[in-house]
């Protein structure tokens, strides 16, 4: 039984401030821990969300690069913020991740920072990569091989790319200092013992932490449906769904395709609310879809599992793996991926 | 003088065994070695990695004691004695490694040529570190190589051993002196790649000479452009530029063939020992050593980042930053050298913090740094990683191996120990009940669970039942007493944890500004919410349970925290129990409880009072109001209970009135009697062997002759039986009420 007077802990004498802040919540950790409480709450995504128009691209954007990040199967981590990060040091990450490569390469041997490397690391900002004017400026991180050629011809081969970027990235955005940089979607395109190394060196460098951004089922749903829903001048490839069915020895794939005019047709006459999807909308196309091939296949597609969409504008794998093919929705493609990558930091 | 670290325990029993050691009292024993006349000191620390067993201990000393010896006879080829010491090395040295001194007995005996090749050949193999060799070792193994009395495969062998285990070698000094020897040894062809991969190692601005480039230089003319003699030759040219023209190919390829495969996860495995060593005070180190090679690619063995501090993205700014340049810098203490509490406290103003915060986790110097400095993006930094950590380490969201879960375990036991090492909290645990609290089965790492979950900061009660407790109640309904009682547990230490936050919080504010006061009152409703829930858990638990005397003590035990809350805390709280857990702790057959429940009356009693004196003092600015509701029930509470123990006159007054005609039903004859401290059934024992104290001859006792004198006599008997709970109720209510 206890004694009333036992000993106890004394607790700490720093908390005086701490309490208040609780309550008012001014410290930018209580503004996370709430917002965070509201999200648990309620829904991980909103009922509605708009459906993406025209480009979104800022002007200053440079074409050829865009064009780079297009028609690349790219794997999606979640981020969160870099401490510390500058865009006036790029040069010097170039020199200190091209090191730090080398180093890992050929363990056991010392390196010096800035010598001549068989690879290349660049640094590049992707201007105008951004929803809004807070979301911080994308950038492009690519190891080239160095060729042994003359230097005129020295532009090597692409041996990985990847690149950090928010659009409409406000939410993570208020919840962080000034010391912070906010690119919480990052994709990568090649080994991924690369991804492995590079993603090492930003989270020594920076304080940050890469997860493995998946997508699943339901959210998959709702790429299909904005997707879908996009106006396309014409279209280069069929939409189609994969479904998995989960049985032994092997798992078996559901391949569904449609005419994309079909689908484009079959979500217009269940869209309601013009220039936004909700989620009623967007069950509703994947009822009218699996019904269909019920009635032809008696299989009930709603018991399996959405693994991959793929339309004209891009498409995506539960694995979190996405490949864009539309120029004009880059932009409403990556908000998306953005907000699942936020949610998923927070 | 050489040491042997050996536990006191082995070693006596060693003794036994081996008639040639001599032990002295101080258990320092002298012995005589019949190879030199250098007397052997040999002393006995306790070492603190020695979790091996004894046995273990004793088969290794007996195998180092018969290498040390030699063979009596020239062992024959399947000598099964030497087979099986040989097993023992090899075994204890895989598993958890050699003392420095072993290493040093057996890579004499290697080196010696004492036994057959393959015999030395298994020995280097297995010639590795607990946590590091010493350099004289390393020195008297090189003098072995000049007798030449091993063979040239024994030497290549333990070169590359050298190479592989460079890095735990205690220091190096005496080894560099030997340079020149080193050197020599390229003349000899075979032994040409790992010598030069020793001196890559080994090499000092001071040791590049002009007759050596000019030796090095020669050996590359004679043998060809050798990728070793490169290295070499490269490192030589780094250091000296001037004394080498020739012209080395720029791009590097692999110089030397990897001399540590043999020894891979032998050094992955020392390295993550000397990982968890290094951590100051021991008895704050965390993360018991395990670890696993085919962990992700991404990070390092261990979940937690390994201490480095953070010079990049600070140097950055400067344009030239060479390597010579960033190793001279001094200006801040690194952290990698921050090793005691007072190096702490020198240098607090200028640490480097580490390059990831969560490395702190396993610091406990780092933790009082971040105990006191309240740096929000260092905050952020360790938030962030938290949370992504637990939520990608977590093991109910996937399918997952046992090792995995082991160490998951292992990452909420770190989390908690800096928890309660800080007495706080930290925001990303409470994000992470509220993400994983849905998904949990109840079973995985339940401890660690509840625990994390006494830790959650004082925030609005209100705000987070529907994210936690409402799951939390899922739960405990369906789950095992024993689940039960840890809920309460814990929840009586998220209550303990809450109430010190506030006392201490309060009594740091003398003057009380406006908003405080609408947070103090938020606060004290957020306990008041929180005692509510745990009294709903509990009544509907005990209905469960069917009024178990074990649940009972741990729903006792929470309400002894919460009816001292007004006097101990000095918080204007006071909340009852609910009138489930009264009543079922006033008619239980356990004695203890019906102690407990009289020691937390007893208490309520004082509280109240204590509560209503400063309401008279503080008419004007009332703290806070109890309802005249409270005084009521506890009033009721107060009566029933002496009706029942003393008067016996159950159940007449108060709220709870039973209809006297209702209790005559029950055909138990002189009810009014059967609850009084004499027939009460947790009391009844007590009375009999009163009364046997009393009068043991008498065969039949009257348990009713209990009364007026001789009841104060059971009473006192009653209190020197250890119930003090009763004692206090009674000598205070009893007291009170005859005055009232």
């Given at each position: ?59 200053n ?25 500058s ?22 041997l ?45 532009e ?22 000034e010391?912070f ?45 904005m ?39 079959l ?62 929705y880059?932009?409403?493609?990556l ?11 927070e | 003088?050489?040491?042997r ?5 082995a070693q ?10 001599q ?13 030199d ?13 020695e ?12 195998a ?15 000598d ?10 090899e ?30 050949t ?16 390393v ?19 333990f070169?590359r ?16 002196l030997?340079?020149g ?8 062809d ?43 030759l ?25 001399s ?65 340049n ?50 929000e ?69 339940r ?11 004082v ?21 095992t007493?024993?689940f ?37 009152d ?8 929180l ?40 918080l ?16 239980s ?27 008279l ?51 138990v ?36 002759s ?35």
């Amino acid at each position: 039984m206890d004694t009333s007077d036992a000993p106890e802990s004394t607790p700490r004498q720093s908390t005086t401030s701490s309490l208040t802040d609780y309550f008012i919540g001014t410290t930018p950790l209580q503004k996370r821990l709430e917002s965070i409480r509201k999200q648990v709450s309620v829904l991980p995504t909103p009922p509605r969300r708009k459906i993406p128009q025209g480009s979104g691209l800022q002007e200053n954007v440079d074409p050829q690069k865009v064009a780079f990040l297009l028609h690349k199967q790219w794997t999606l981590y979640s981020l969160t913020p870099l401490y510390k990060f500058s865009y006036a040091n790029l040069k010097e990450y170039s020199r200190l991740l091209s090191a730090f490569i080398a180093a890992e390469k050929q363990k056991g041997l010392a390196v010096e920072v800035g010598e001549d490397f068989s690879i290349k690391v660049i640094f590049s900002t992707l201007l105008g990569m951004k929803g809004t004017q807070r979301d911080p400026e994308a950038f492009l991180v690519q190891i080239l091989s160095k060729s042994q050629l003359p230097p005129q011809n020295r532009e090597g081969k692409v041996l990985w790319t990847g690149w950090f970027c928010s659009i409409f990235g406000d939410s993570l955005l208020e919840t962080v200092s000034e010391d912070f940089t906010c690119l919480p979607l990052f994709l990568a395109n090649g080994a991924e013992s690369n991804t492995a190394i590079i993603g090492t060196w930003f989270q020594k460098t920076f304080d940050c932490y890469f997860s493995p951004l998946t997508i699943n089922a339901f959210n998959l749903s709702w790429l299909a449906a904005m997707w879908t829903a996009c106006k396309m001048d014409h279209y280069v490839a069929t939409t189609e769904f994969f479904w998995s069915v989960p049985c032994s020895p092997q798992s078996l794939d559901i391949s569904y395709a449609i005419h994309p005019e079909d689908a484009k047709a079959l979500w217009d006459s269940v869209h309601k609310t013009p220039g936004e999807i909700t989620q009623e909308e967007v069950d509703l196309f994947m009822e009218c879809l699996c019904s269909h091939f019920h009635r032809h296949f008696k299989i009930h597609l709603s018991a399996t599992r959405l693994v991959r969409v793929s339309t004209s504008v891009a498409s995506a794998h539960t694995d979190g793996k996405i490949k864009i093919l539309c120029h004009k929705y880059l932009i409403g493609v990556l908000a998306y991926l953005t907000e699942l990558a936020v949610f998923q930091v927070e | 003088p050489q040491k042997r670290v050996k536990s006191a325990q082995a070693q006596s029993k060693t003794s036994k065994i081996m008639n040639t050691f001599q032990i002295s009292p101080s258990s320092c024993k002298v012995k005589q070695k019949p190879s030199d006349s250098k007397t052997i000191l040999k002393q006995n620390p306790v070492e603190p990695h020695e979790y091996v067993d004894d046995q273990v201990e004793d088969s290794l000393q007996m195998a180092l004691q018969y290498f040390e010896k030699g063979p009596i006879k020239i062992p024959s080829r399947k000598d099964k004695i030497l087979e099986k010491h040989l097993k023992t090395v090899e075994n204890v040295a895989w598993k958890s490694g050699l003392a420095p001194e072993a290493i040093d007995i057996l890579l004499n005996v290697a080196l010696s040529g004492k036994f057959g090749n393959t015999v030395n050949t298994r020995i280097l193999k297995c010639m590795i570190p607990t946590t590091s060799i010493s350099e004289d070792s390393v020195v008297k193994a090189v003098s072995w190589l000049c007798v030449s009395k091993c063979s040239g495969s024994t030497k290549i062998l333990f070169y590359r051993w050298l190479v592989a285990m460079f890095d735990f070698i205690d220091h190096k000094e005496q080894i560099n002196l030997l340079y020149g020897f080193f050197f020599a040894s390229l003349q000899d062809d075979a032994l040409c790649p790992y010598v030069c991969h020793l001196l890559y190692l080994l090499t000092k601005k001071e040791n590049v000479k002009p007759f050596r480039v000019r030796k090095l230089l020669d050996l590359q003319a004679r043998m060809g452009q050798q990728p070793h003699l490169q290295a070499l030759l490269s490192l030589y040219k780094l250091f000296a530029p001037t004394l080498i023209s020739v012209s080395l190919p720029v791009r590097k390829k692999i110089y030397f063939k990897n001399s540590k495969d043999l020894w891979n996860s032998a050094v992955l495995a020392v390295k993550l020992r000397n990982q968890h060593s290094f951590t100051e005070p021991r008895k704050l180190t965390f993360s018991p050593a395990n670890f696993n090679p085919l962990k992700r690619k991404w990070k390092s063995r261990s979940v937690t980042p390994v201490l480095n501090s953070g010079s990049y993205p600070k140097e950055c700014g400067k344009k030239e930053m060479s390597l010579s340049n960033c190793l001279s810098c001094d200006r801040s203490l690194p952290l990698e050298r921050l090793q005691s509490f007072p190096l702490l406290l020198k240098n607090i103003h200028c640490l480097e913090l580490p390059s990831q915060m969560g490395s702190v986790l396993n610091n406990s110097l780092l933790l009082h740094y971040v105990n006191c400095v309240r740096d929000e993006s260092l905050l952020l930094r360790l938030y962030h990683w938290l949370n992504q950590t637990l939520q990608e380490e977590c093991i109910w969201y996937k399918v997952n191996s046992y090792e995995q879960s082991k160490e998951f375990a292992n990452l909420l036991d770190t989390i908690i120990r800096a928890e309660c090492f800080l007495q706080e909290g930290f925001y990303s645990c409470e994000v992470f009940l509220y993400k994983s609290i849905p998904l949990w089965d109840g079973l995985c790492c339940r401890s660690q669970f509840l625990q994390l979950l006494s830790w959650i900061p004082v925030s609005s009660f209100s705000e987070m039942k529907p994210l936690l407790f409402d799951h939390l109640a899922q739960l405990f309904f369906t789950s095992t007493i024993y689940f039960k009682c840890s809920v309460l547990q814990s929840l009586k230490e998220l209550l303990q944890n809450w109430l010190l936050w506030l006392s201490a919080d309060i009594h740091m504010k003398p003057v009380m500004s406006s908003p405080l006061q609408i947070t103090l009152d938020a606060s004290m409703n957020s306990v008041s919410e929180l005692i509510h829930y745990v009294g709903w858990l509990s009544t509907i638990a005990l209905r469960l349970e069917s009024n178990s005397t074990f649940l009972l003590h741990f729903i006792l035990d929470f309400y002894e925290k919460v009816c001292d809350i007004n006097i101990k805390h000095d918080l204007p709280l006071v909340v009852l129990f609910p009138p489930g857990i009264f009543y079922s702790s006033l008619l239980s057959l356990d004695t203890s409880i019906l102690n407990q429940l009289s020691y937390i009356m007893h208490k309520y009693h004082k509280n109240l009072i204590a509560a209503k004196k400063k309401e008279l003092v503080q008419k004007a600015k009332s703290e806070f109001s109890f309802s005249t509701k409270t005084c009521q029930q506890f009033n009721h509470y107060l009566t029933t209970m002496i009706g029942c123990l003393w008067t016996s006159k159950p159940f007449e007054k108060g709220v709870y009135i039973i209809d006297s005609k209702m209790l005559e039903n029950t055909e138990v004859s002189k009810y009014k009697n059967s609850l009084n401290l004499v027939h009460h059934p947790s009391l009844l024992s007590y009375a009999v062997s009163f009364l046997l104290q009393e009068s043991s001859e008498e065969r039949t006792i009257n348990i009713s002759s209990i009364r007026e004198k001789k009841w104060h006599c059971y009473l006192d008997y009653l209190f020197s039986e250890g119930l003090q709970g009763l004692k206090f109720f009674i000598k205070n209510s009893i007291h009170h009420s005859s005055v009232s």
